[in-house]
Nanobody, 122 residues
Framework: QVQLVESGGGLVQAGGSLRLSCAAS????????MGWFRQAPGKERQFVAA????????TYADSVKGRFTISRDNAKNTGYLQMNNLKPEDTAVYHC???????????????WGQGTQVTVSS
């Protein structure tokens, strides 16, 4: 199983940008789908974005489409989430995940990081 550690969260004003990183260890990330999910206080976990193992296919939640970009550097065993034009409603703990499919991750299965807090002030 792969171990994941997120970093790059923080406090930013609305309209600002952050880049989250997801460092993998234990196994190579290149054989897994990778995804980003978020959970705000009192709300259910929400899908944000996902990437195929090669990075050639990506999918996004409608709420972040055009603002967020998922990418990965398999040589560095690291995934990224570039977040631009952030909004207060993007405030949440962001988790990266890795699994054999997007469906697996959506079910909460696979490998998950501990999360990094993103707070967007208005």
């Amino acid at each position: 199983q792969v171990q994941l550690v997120e970093s790059g969260g923080g406090l930013v004003q609305a309209g600002g940008s952050l880049r989250l990183s997801c460092a993998a260890s234990g196994r190579t990330l290149s054989t897994y789908y990778m995804g980003w999910f978020r959970q705000a206080p009192g709300k259910e976990r929400q899908f944000v974005a996902a990437s195929s193992w090669s990075g050639g296919s990506t999918t996004y939640a409608d709420s972040v489409k055009g603002r967020f970009t998922i990418s990965r550097d398999n040589a560095k065993n690291t995934g990224y989430l570039q977040m631009n034009n952030l909004k207060p409603e993007d405030t949440a703990v962001y988790h990266c995940a890795a699994g054999p499919s997007i469906a697996t991750m959506n079910q909460g299965l696979g490998s998950w990081g501990q999360g990094t807090q993103v707070t967007v002030s208005s």
